[in-house]
């Protein structure tokens, strides 16, 4: 019988299969062959047993949170308490693009911005969706019901900024347990524990646990690079075929920055997380 993972709690496998949720364990060569199920896998269970037999080729994968074949990540940036960070938005947009998975955008505590402060945060909402992102507000709940209807969604972000508190307001029955924020340490109280993919809206979503750093797992600087989407949809009108757009003369990217037209942020962070990886050659 096939199913999905929905939840993994201490070695035990909840799947959902044939419109039934299954209790299971996985088979035992599994650890000589160094197979560990994750919350997402596509399995085949052997229904007298309840064993996990076999996990079938993962679309995509990613290591925080742990999840396969996720077709959309729902990235939950925060625009106060705690502050927004672009450094962490464009972290999680290049990750996430790598794993080849769809991002979208969705600011959080919008509603605590005096008038100032929604002009640059308006000002940063149309930067990224002029740049193809899909990109809402918290509060938009049915157009973010909409996106998530029918697919395998992972909502991810820093911890404190609203996860549960989104997906309560979707579906009010969740009940899911939500944080205070810490103003001292000005993050969050972790209150998701496990991974999960939860039935909403007519799709399957993964509340995750909350995290504050994230890293370039497998990638190198071109990886990087070029999942900058502005970057890459312009690299060709650079002077040089493999520009790194950092120090290099005639760069296209530089000078659409210069121009205002790269937001400025995404290049500084373009920068930052190239230099994170100065061991690793181009």
């Known amino acids: 019988m096939e199913g999905r993972i929905i939840k993994l709690i201490s070695n035990q496998w909840t799947v959902s299969a044939g419109g039934e949720k299954i209790i299971c364990s996985s088979k035992g ?8 199920p994750i919350v997402g896998d596509i399995v085949l269970v052997d229904e007298k ?3 996990i037999k076999k996990v079938l080729p993962r679309k ?3 290591i925080r949170p742990v ?6 990540a729902i990235v939950l940036t925060s625009c106060k308490e705690p502050d ?3 450094n962490l938005l464009d972290k999680m947009l290049v990750v996430i693009e790598y794993n080849n998975i769809k991002p979208i955008i969705c600011f959080t505590k919008y509603d605590l911005l005096n008038d100032d402060e929604k002009i640059k945060i308006d ?7 002029s740049i193809g992102y899909d990109v809402f507000i918290n509060s938009e709940v049915n157009d973010i019901k909409k996106i998530i209807n029918g697919k395998v969604s992972v909502l991810t972000g820093q ?3 609203g996860k549960s508190s989104l997906l309560n307001k979707i579906k009010a029955e969740l009940k899911l347990p ?6 001292a340490l000005g993050r969050g109280k972790h209150t998701t524990r496990h991974v999960e993919l939860l039935e909403v809206a007519g799709g399957l979503v993964a509340d995750t646990p909350g995290f504050s750093s994230l890293d370039f797992n497998g990638m190198n600087k071109k990886d990087i690079r070029d999942n900058f989407t502005e970057f890459y949809l312009n690299s060709n009108k650079c002077k040089y075929q493999d520009c790194a757009h950092v120090n290099e003369d005639g760069c296209f990217i530089k000078k659409l920055v210069n121009e205002g037209k790269i937001l400025a942020s995404r290049y500084e962070n373009y920068k930052i997380f190239i230099k994170s990886l100065d061991e690793r050659r181009w």
């Open 29 to 36: 060569s599994f650890r000589h062959f160094k197979i560990s």
């Open 49 to 51: 047993t309840n064993v």
């Open 60 to 62: 995509n994968e990613l």
């Open 67 to 72: 999840i396969a074949n996720v077709d959309q």
């Open 84 to 86: 927004f960070s672009s």
């Open 123 to 129: 000002e940063i909402i149309a930067y990224y969706k």
């Open 159 to 161: 911890t404190g900024v």
């Open 178 to 183: 939500t944080g205070e924020i810490s103003r």
